[in-house]
Every structure is written in structure tokens, then in C-alpha cells.
């Protein structure tokens, strides 16, 4: 619960479907809505098509992505997964602490931890961090240099997921926006007077968000009453270090995933893709590791052979898929579809750039057929509006003919 609260602070949005004229309702009409650069396919529970329209032709996919970088989630870390964060007493006193990914590393863990470590020792000379599990200079192509935590960097060992929250009193001065978080110095150094209150992505450097780390549980540390001078640093666990605490992250890889596409959070999906291509080809992960070994799991399992994907959020234009390869990762995650979002009886992941709205998921008709589809507009100003009337003409036309076949 109190994950999803940060998540929730950071992400807000709404979608609703629209509605038509029900004169679609019987026919393939609204298919004239599908112009050159966009793409539908619906298929039955079978697999069979239903229907479809440029349905082989590649699309900028946009959220919709994440359905994939989800599936590839459980195949290589395990439904059951939770992630782990190491604490170290290395051999000078410090305390090493080393990051593996957490996507939902927050504050109330790092008191919980806090409090652990204090029942075991009461003074450290430091502490380390070690972020060396991912490489230290990710650039994910799409994000871009905002305040804004869609736009969240990531990191090995990051917090908060990798934002800051904070208010302004009248008078102007800056107070916390959280209550398990205070405001630290190193963060209350980095607001300028131009950003604005709430959670924000403060931390651009890779350097900043592993200090924000450390220096939040030292906050923490020393609220247990820990002797621990404020010297925090960089650097990694060495061979003669001795293991503390290999703290077992709050949420496992569903719940992850269950945030992720609740939120549609970017930065979740590509922790996840990062860890992925650390497990499978070794770190330090990198964007290059986890799309390989994602296209790999879509080839392999999925029997997706021709897509493009460079991050695993659908933030990059640079990702790019056809509705009918689309269409076998909404049927994969066909026993998963109850981490969707659900509107009535469409269980669906929205996807949103300028330019572009996307939806997959499916479509259930009296709780006796479901629909798998996928529908991709690529093009100048479409809105919400125009991708909600497909959907709805899409639901009254598969509607139609299921009455007429009872």
C-alpha cells in the first residue's frame, strides 16, 4: 500500500472510453477510422482473426510495450521474485551498501532496515555505496532532461523511485511533501526556485542519485541512534567485506508489474528490463543487455519474430511493432489480464506520446468469449477522443456478432 502511495504521487492520469453513434454497431464501418499509419487486429479466444487493418505494418507501440516487458519479467525473474539490496561491513568500518535494481526501494524500508542494522552494530566509520550491478551512464532514448517523474532515471541503487517530494509555505520556505521522507540537505540543496513543488525527478546525474541514497539512510541510521559521521561515498564491495543484512525487497515481481501497469511507471519498466539483461547476460546491465534478451523471450516464447525495441517503458519512438506480433503477447498475458486496467468489460494498457495512442488487452462478452485486440494510431494530432471511438465501435461491433450468432 505504501509503495503504491509514492507511485500515485508520481502518476496521475485518466482515461475513460467515449462513446458513438451505435449505427457502427453492426458493421465494419469504423474501420475507416484506421488511416495509413495506424494498425488494429482483434482476434477470437481461439486465435483466429476477427478481424484487422494494416495489422503487419510496424507502429510506435508507446505503453502498450510494457504487456511485453512484463511477460519477459516473470519468464526470467520469477513471479515470486523480490529483489535485494546488501548491507557490508567492509574492513575499514564503513557501510557498504550495494544495489541490485529495486524498483520500490522507499523510505519506510529504509527505516526498517535501519532499525535491523542498529541491533547489530552502533558505530560505522561511512558509508559506500556500490550502484556497479547497472552501468553508471544509462540513457534511456525518450527521456528527457524535465522535472517531471515520468522522466526518472535509473540506477542500481536509487530511492523513492529515484524522486523527491516537497512543499512550499507561503513564505516560501521548503518543507517535506511526504511523511516518511524528510527533506534532506542534499536534496534541499539541488530545488531551485524554478521547480516546481510536489514529486519531482531532481536527481539528473548518476553520481546524485546514488548519494540521495546514502544519504537518506543516513538519515535513517542515525534517527536509530548509530554512531555514523556524515561521510558517504562511491565505491565498491570488496572481497573481504562481511555480509550484514540482504534485505528482501517489500513487493515481489507481480506486485511490480501490478504497479507498473497500474501506473504505466517508466521507470519501473526499465528496472525491470535492466535486471532482466543483467541476469541473463551478466553485469553490469545495460538498455543493449535487457532489449536483447527481451527480444529474445518475444522470439522464443512468444513467437514474435520482427520487432524493435530499445527500452522497456515505450517512452522511444524508437520501439516499433506490427498489431499481429502486437496480439501474441496480449494473448500470453491472457492469465495475467486482471493486472489491467478495466473498464466495464474491456480489460486494456493504454499507451500515450504526442502523436500517437495505443490500446491492447481484451475485450469479454458475457463472460463466455474473450477478444484479444490491439489497436495503434500513429499519427498528427490524434487524441484520446478519436482512439476512445474506435474502441467503442470495436466493442459494438464484436457485441453485434456474438448476439447474431447466439
Not at 532532461?145 to 512543499?167: E, G, H, K, M, W
Request: charged share 20%.
Amino acid at each position: 500500500m505504501i509503495i503504491r502511495l509514492y507511485i500515485i504521487a508520481c502518476i496521475s492520469w485518466t482515461m475513460a472510453f467515449g462513446y458513438v453513434s451505435s449505427s457502427n454497431a453492426a458493421s465494419k464501418g469504423f474501420l475507416h477510422n484506421i488511416q495509413s499509419n495506424d494498425a488494429i487486429y482483434v482476434v477470437d479466444d481461439h486465435g483466429q482473426e476477427v478481424l484487422g487493418k494494416h495489422a503487419d505494418q510496424y507502429c510506435i507501440p508507446a505503453s502498450i510495450l510494457k504487456i511485453i516487458t512484463s511477460l519477459a519479467s516473470f519468464h526470467y525473474l520469477g513471479m515470486d521474485y523480490r529483489f535485494k539490496t546488501e548491507f557490508y561491513r567492509s574492513t575499514d568500518g564503513m557501510l557498504t551498501i550495494k544495489g541490485y535494481g529495486d524498483p520500490v526501494l522507499v523510505s519506510e524500508e529504509l527505516e526498517t532496515i535501519a532499525y535491523n542494522i542498529q541491533r547489530k552494530y552502533w558505530r560505522f566509520s561511512g558509508i559506500r555505496l556500490d550502484a556497479t550491478y547497472f552501468h553508471d551512464n544509462i540513457r534511456v532514448p525518450g527521456i528527457t532532461r524535465t522535472y517531471n517523474p515520468y522522466d526518472a532515471r535509473n540506477a542500481a541503487l536509487c530511492v523513492n523511485f529515484n524522486t523527491v517530494c516537497f512543499q512550499r509555505t507561503r513564505s516560501g520556505k521548503l518543507i517535506k511533501g511526504e511523511p516518511h521522507t524528510p527533506l534532506i540537505e542534499f536534496a534541499r540543496k539541488r530545488i531551485h526556485r524554478w521547480i516546481p513543488d510536489g514529486r519531482v525527478n531532481l536527481l539528473k546525474k548518476h553520481q546524485d542519485i546514488v548519494l540521495y541514497a546514502g544519504h537518506l539512510m543516513h538519515y535513517f541510521l542515525v534517527k536509530q541512534g548509530i554512531d555514523l559521521p556524515k561521510k558517504i561515498e562511491i565505491g565498491p564491495v570488496n572481497k573481504n567485506d562481511t555480509l550484514l543484512i540482504s534485505h528482501s525487497s517489500g513487493a515481489t515481481v507481480e506486485e511490480i508489474v501490478s504497479m507498473l501497469l497500474e501506473f504505466s511507471n517508466n521507470f519501473i519498466a526499465n528496472q525491470l528490463l535492466l535486471s532482466i539483461g543483467a541476469k541473463v547476460y551478466g553485469p553490469p546491465a545495460t538498455l543493449e543487455k535487457g532489449a536483447k534478451a527481451v527480444k529474445e523471450f518475444a522470439t522464443k516464447e512468444l513467437g514474435i519474430k520482427h520487432f524493435n525495441i530499445v527500452e522497456g517503458s515505450g517512452i522511444s519512438r524508437r520501439n516499433k511493432i506490427s498489431a499481429k506480433a502486437m496480439i501474441k503477447a496480449v494473448k500470453a498475458f491472457a492469465p495475467y489480464r486482471h493486472l489491467l486496467e478495466k473498464d466495464d468489460n474491456i480489460f486494456f494498457k493504454t499507451g500515450t506520446l504526442n502523436g500517437v495512442r495505443t490500446r491492447a488487452g481484451f475485450i469479454n462478452l458475457n463472460g463466455s468469449e474473450s477478444f484479444p485486440f490491439v489497436v495503434m494510431l500513429n499519427r498528427k494530432n490524434v487524441n484520446n477522443y478519436r482512439i476512445n471511438r474506435v474502441i467503442k465501435s470495436l466493442n459494438q461491433y464484436l457485441a453485434s456478432k456474438h448476439e447474431k450468432q447466439l
